[in-house]
Every structure is written in structure tokens, then in C-alpha cells.
């Protein structure tokens, strides 16, 4: 088991998701373009759906298998989304990452602050060697930050997801703790 606390650079904070969350999880995912090139975020954000959300993530934290942390900005404590670590897999020391930000905030290099704090906590705290992460090929900012922050693409899944009836490639990106250069953030 694995303990988690708030993170912080100077403008974000990390802190552990809540059932307090799920009102904002359902306002912000409810927005089209997030679920557009999100693989599980559905649309219409169906009822209910926030809370079962943070039900299993908080089942899953509870058994060593993820962690998932709410995006604030710090001068506002405003959500901004989430990311998470899931599917960790300790006999083979790797998982999967995971993340998505509300519209407001794109663009102004926030997942990328994060994210750096999510490879220190998974190499660091988690004692990874390996984490990947998906992203639809047709949504190139996620592969550009990944990209930014050291992760090498792997491959392309061809039609690996059905999004609204279409089938749609996705690309794998890694990183390796010794490829990792970071105890910036």
C-alpha cells in the first residue's frame, strides 16, 4: 500500500480525489470536447456517473491498484481535472496514465506542470519502472506533452477504441525511470 498526499509546484496543486469532487467531474466531462478524444469518457455524461467514478477509484486506491489526484490551480482553487495512475501492475513495476483537463484551461501548459509531478510520484513514490499512457491519433496535444515530457511513442493500436460508432486508432506512449530525467517541477 501506498500513502497520498497533496503535491504542489508553484501555480497547481495535486491533491487526492474525494466524493466532494464528483459535482465538478460531472460539470466539466458533460463538455463534449472532453469527451470527444477521451476513450472512457462518455456523452451525455450520463447521471450518476461522477460518483461511480470516484467510488471506484477510491476501491481501487484502497487495494494498491490506482491513484488519482484532482488538478487545482493554486491562486484560485479552481478544478482543472484530473490525472491518474491506474492499472498498477507491481510484478511487472509498470501502469498506465492517465489524464484530461477542463476546456477552460487548455493550452496553458498545466498538464504538463502536472505531469511532472505524476512521473516523480511514479517513479518515487510508487517505485515504477514503466509507465504508458493512450491517446487517440486524432488528438495530437496529448502525444505533444507526453512527447515534452520524455515519453517515447511505442506503436499505434489500429482501431483500438469504438468512439460514437467509430473505430479509432490509438497511440501508446512509455516512459522508463532510467530515461526519466526529472526532480524538476
Known amino acids: 500500500m501506498f500513502a497520498q498526499s497533496t503535491i504542489e509546484t508553484t501555480r497547481l496543486i495535486l491533491r487526492p480525489l474525494t466524493q466532494a469532487d464528483a459535482p465538478s ?68 513495476s509498470q501502469a498506465e496514465l ?28 510508487l517505485d515504477l519502472n514503466r509507465l504508458y499512457a493512450y491517446h487517440m491519433v486524432r488528438n495530437p496535444g496529448s502525444g505533444n506533452v507526453l512527447l515534452k515530457n520524455g515519453f517515447v511513442q511505442e506503436g499505434v493500436l489500429r482501431q483500438r477504441v469504438r468512439k460514437w460508432g467509430v473505430f479509432e486508432d490509438v497511440k501508446l506512449w512509455a516512459i522508463l525511470r532510467k530515461d526519466w530525467h526529472g526532480e524538476t517541477a
Open 98 to 125: 492517465s489524464f484530461w483537463l477542463t476546456v477552460e484551461v487548455w493550452g496553458q501548459g498545466i498538464m504538463s506542470e502536472a505531469l511532472k509531478l505524476m512521473l516523480r510520484f511514479g517513479f518515487k513514490d
Open 25 to 92: 467531474i460531472r460539470c466539466f466531462a458533460s463538455a463534449r470536447e472532453i469527451a470527444d478524444t477521451m476513450i472512457s469518457i462518455p456523452h451525455p455524461y450520463p447521471d450518476g456517473e461522477a460518483e461511480q467514478y470516484v467510488s471506484r477509484q477510491l476501491a481501487e486506491f484502497e487495494v494498491g491498484h490506482s491513484v488519482a489526484f484532482v488538478i487545482e490551480r493554486k491562486s484560485e482553487k479552481v478544478f482543472c481535472g484530473v490525472i491518474e495512475i491506474r492499472d498498477i501492475e507491481q510484478e511487472h
